[in-house]
């Protein structure tokens, strides 16, 4: 039966420095949890804790209501992916997937059965006498996961397992995890620093940083309606841009802000009478090239990237990072040409001083 | 930190007991036993009781002194030295001091006494082999390992040959040898009268005193050499080899290479070998026993050789431990200065 | 590593030649001499001395040595002791040295460091600095008896335990396996533990499994030790019951005057080191290379 999982005000440091500062996350039975953010961030920290590997300073985590903080791992019932597959290189692929019931003393017949239907559910069958050294990543992939469902665990781990291997292979056992989750439904937990794994697989996005949770949501709201600017950077390729601007007054449709760059100053859905600082930030998807004199900002182009379906040409707008637009795919833009950049302002989000989320105003 | 259920105090303490019970038992309670029975008098089968005796123990097995002695004019007229043993018995200090070795200058003499000149004796025998053993078996070892190096077809076989005198035991080396410096039929004596059509005067290499060292140094290097070749290997290939490629490009020449990447690569290989190698001298033993027992005229026998044969066959068990101290803390101190030394060469 | 061979000329490759093979036979011819002479009457020996013929298996070649060595010199008692001596030295000393590594690699316990510390001291002691007080030592250590009924005897010497038991633990072997076992990812316990292991099926399933060279290499160094052991037995076994092989051969060498019988027994003390050196090669040669550079 899959589970729910809840951790309240978990936390927990290595000496002095503080890893995890109280995470509190309520994750529903057959859900489907990403845990994403940048190397560092305390992921996978939090994910060993939720395995029993790592233990917990102050707070609790709850398997459908029971705190499970001195349980053991095996004693919870939890399945885990590690990134290396941590698969045995003294032991077949059948044996790998038969340890853990052989520890648990399942009788033959049985374990037989059991492992056969993981085998089968994965296409692993003909290589059931192989060894590890023998396969291909994607296929000691499959054995590791293997290795974990043959329990029937009630919640999932996944620690970044697709981080070793290539592009292609990726986004094949994406496809992959996902539908043995829409077979077996799962609680999974699966952590990861790539936002693309993340928004293709996750019912509900974490995005940590420094040991705290920046958001919870499904990936289309985190996208859409990132709660600050770290967020806002972290999910979409390319990078969202991001304008230094001023807050300038208050108008009907919102604040009047000024772009520090450009001198243009442009009504907001920002909301709050506010004076100061703010930074404006606008995806790629919603810049458009024009002539340098009709843009809202005006730069030289320096970069363009053109990967078939779109061509994304990254402009010098004055800003931290070069801001990217989303330009037609036949479309040429010399590397080193002026332009100017024009973009909807309701699209764009704005986020103050600190980097939070602007909320929108509500007219 | 790792959570509470993985602190396996017990279970450590369970899986470890039985090495430990056996390193204490076997190790730490003997060298600390060595230490106490020094001070006593323990015999293996005694009917005295055992006392605590101090430190004569080491008195008598380190005691050392000097005298001097003039001529004195003789009952037949010829001008002599008086008898050490009379002096020695006259002079309380001076009592149960033998003569080590002795020194005449004009109509003076200088005579070295020793408690024990015996263990005085096997203590500068175990030095002088030390001397003589590490550098040869040193250098042989290190060229041996460039040779195998070399990239010759067949560097395999070379190796495993090498090597192969380590496996083997010391007493069948032993053995082997005391026939190959056999007086009359060795085959050693045999070779250099040929090789010089037999102008060279055989040789009884383990029978006289001033040959007897240099044969057992011989043998032993040949012995052990390919141990030290095998750790200079694995040191040669942790060399990077693009270290050899820039210096090629450099226009360095073989022998330049040599010098300035192959041995300071090795340096820290080097002085590794040169420790384990001189302790592993200083506990000479197995050839000894089996090849000369000490002789001749005691110009075999080293500190171990000693300690077995007063401790052990003459059952003196506190003086034997007192020998093994003594033993002990030589090459403690010898590792340590070595490890110093070769420290600072490194770090400068 | 190795220059490309283009870059000497032919000169010089055949004067490396003549050194490395000058060397081989430096290195064989002793032990050819012992083997040849082995086949040889006593007479013969002598005579072959002066040629070639010495390292040669000609003239009179016969068992004769090997019938007359094994029929009166008791080797084949001793080469029983070595070989029960080695062989249990051997096996109790891979599972208790590799269980306490074990413990001070994988697991998590306090005063951990404070043992290897002391494993590492213990590492500089060597057989030679406490051989005679541990002799006094083991003279009065208890051991069961089976003549006549069970009884208890108040000495280990004259034993073949005394040549075991005191080898069974060593420094050396607990600090090549603690460094090997620190070098097998945390991943493969963590998964076991996942799924329910406990530490020793992470021992018995995970560890040992994975070592096999390490377990290979460590038995050849103690095996090796307690095969070739000379110093101890000669301290501890005064008499011929529990005599090992090495003891045999020295003694035997020197009371006998035939150098064929002599040689016959040194072969026959050295074949089985020569065989396993032969069919081992690699994990010898792993054994030194692998345990030296480290230190």
Sequence with gaps: MPSQVELCDVQKGFGERQIIKGVNLLIQPSEFIVLVGPSGCGKSTLLRMIAGLESVDTGEIRFDGAPVNDRRPAERNVGMVFQSYALYPHMTVEENVAFALKIARVDAAERRQRVDEVLDVLQLSALRNSRPSQLSGGQRQRVAIGRSIVRKPAVFLFDEPLSNLDTALRVQMRLEISRLHHRLRNTVVYVTHDQVEAMTLADRIVVLEAGTVQQIGPPLELYERPANKFVAGFLGTPQMGFLAAEAVGHGADGLSVRICASGVTLPFRGQGSRQGNVTIGIRPEDCTLCAPEQGHLAGEVLQVERLGSDTFAFVEGGGEAPVAVRVGADRDVPAGSRVGVTFDPARCHLFDDSGVTLPPHTA | MRPQWANRGALA???????????????????????????????????????????SNYERLLGLTMIRQDSVLGVNGDTGFERVRDVTRRTPRL???????????????????????????????????AVMVVPLQCSLALALALLV????????????VYFSPVVMSMVVVAVIWAFLFNRDLGLINQFLSWATFGKFQPVDWLGNPATAMPAIVIMSAWQGAGLQMLIFLAGLQAIPKELYDAARIDGATAFQ??????????SRTIAFVIIITTIAAFGLFTQVDVMTQGGPANATSTVMFYAIERGVRGQDI??????????????????????????????? | MKPPLNSKTAAQRIATYAIVLLFVVIFVSPFLFMLMASFKPNQQIFSDLSSIRAFLPVGSISLQNYRDVIGSSGIGRFALNSAFITIVTVCAGLFVNSLAAFALARLEWRGKGMVLGLIVVLLIIPLEAIAVPMMLMVAYLPTLGFEGGLSIQWSWLDTRLVQIVPFVANAFSIFFFYQAFSDIPRDFDEAAYVDGATPFQVYRHVIVPLSGTTFATVAIIQGLAAWNQYLWPVIVVPSEGARPLMVGLQQFFRFQTEWGEVMAYATLATLPVFLAFIFFQRWFVQSVMGSGVKG
């Design chain 2, 149 to 160: 190096n070399a990239g010759l077809p067949g560097q395999r076989l070379f190796r495993t």
């Design chain 2, 13 to 55: 303490f369970l899986f470890g007991t039985p090495a430990m019970l056996g390193l204490i038992g076997f190790l730490v309670v003997p060298f600390l036993m060595a230490i106490g029975l020094t001070l006593t008098n323990q015999k293996l089968l005694s009917p005295q009781d055992t006392r605590i005796v101090g430190l």
């Design chain 2, 257 to 266: 290479r040599f010098l300035h990447v192959t041995l300071p690569g090795l």
């Design chain 2, 318 to 348: 506190a003086y034997g431990s007192t020998i093994t101290v003594v033993y002990f803390v030589l090459i403690a101190t010898l590792a340590l200065l070595q490890q110093r030394f070769f420290a600072r060469r490194a770090g400068s």
């Design chain 2, 95 to 129: 009592h149960g001091y033998k003569p080590l070795g002795q020194a005449e200058f004009g109509s003076t003499r200088l005579v070295l006494l020793a408690r024990d000149p015996i263990f005085i004796q096997s203590l500068l025998n175990t030095i002088l082999f």
